[in-house]
């Protein structure tokens, strides 16, 4: 299992006592489908987290966002997703797809080898995009998306095609807005509508 710092948030017991709740990502090797997630889902909430989760088909990609206080058994959550791997913080994970395919060497290498920001914490390469999961609080949006267009720049006007992979907190939702993100799943009525269904909106 990955290890690293945990981002926290507030949840209310029906005592209205204020409990740490840490955030963190999982990350699968395969899709789940409707039936799939709504079993994963069943499973958390037995052991005390509550979780969502985004598949994303063209790369078969399932990530989720657990949240849940100190005491997940983490250990629990591993024997039931072996092939799974648990970062103990909350990520953003992005596909980034470009135009010339002949770039995407270069991006792996800027983003994820030797040097790469700190906050990187995994780049793995398709046959037409880099698959990217990295710590914003650790290394921002807008410092990957530096490295990628640096890059990008030896192939001439080469553009690029962003995918979120992952389900966002409205605290990394609205940080990610704020650096400029032009993914196309993060529009402000995105922001909008976590806020509006947030328990004291």
Same mark, same amino acid.
């Given at each position: ?7 926290? %948030?507030?949840?209310? %017991?029906?005592? +209205?006592?204020?409990?740490?709740? *840490? ?45 849940? &206080? +100190? %005491? *997940? +058994? ?13 970062? &103990? ?12 395919? &002949? ?18 914490? &995994? ?9 990217? +999961? ?5 290394? %921002? ?5 530096? @490295? ?37 799943? @993060? ?7 976590? @806020? ?6």
């Amino acid at each position: 299992m990955f290890i690293a710092h945990s981002q926290e %948030s507030l949840i209310h %017991s029906p005592n +209205d006592i204020s409990i740490v709740s *840490l955030l963190r990502t999982l990350r699968l090797s395969s899709l789940l489908g409707n039936a799939g997630q709504a079993e994963a889902v069943r499973f958390l909430r037995s052991i005390g987290a509550g979780a969502s989760f985004v598949e994303t088909m063209r790369f078969a990609s399932t990530y989720g966002i657990l949240e849940a &206080d +100190d %005491s *997940l +058994d983490t250990q629990a959550v591993i024997r039931r997703f072996p092939d799974a791997r648990l970062y &103990d913080c909350a990520v953003i994970a992005l596909a980034i797809e470009p135009q010339v395919l &002949d770039a995407l060497p270069f991006l792996q290498n800027a983003v994820g080898g030797p040097g790469h920001p700190g906050g990187v914490l &995994d780049c793995r390469r398709t046959e037409s995009a880099i698959l990217i +999961d990295f710590r914003p609080e650790v290394t %921002s949006a807008q410092v990957i998306f530096s @490295l990628i267009d640096i890059e990008l720049a030896r192939f001439g006007p080469a553009g690029r095609v962003t995918t979120l992979l992952t389900p966002l907190p409205l605290e990394l939702a609205t940080r990610i807005a704020a650096e400029g993100l032009h993914a196309a799943e @993060l529009t402000p009525a995105r922001v909008l509508e976590a @806020l509006l269904s947030a328990p004291h909106a």
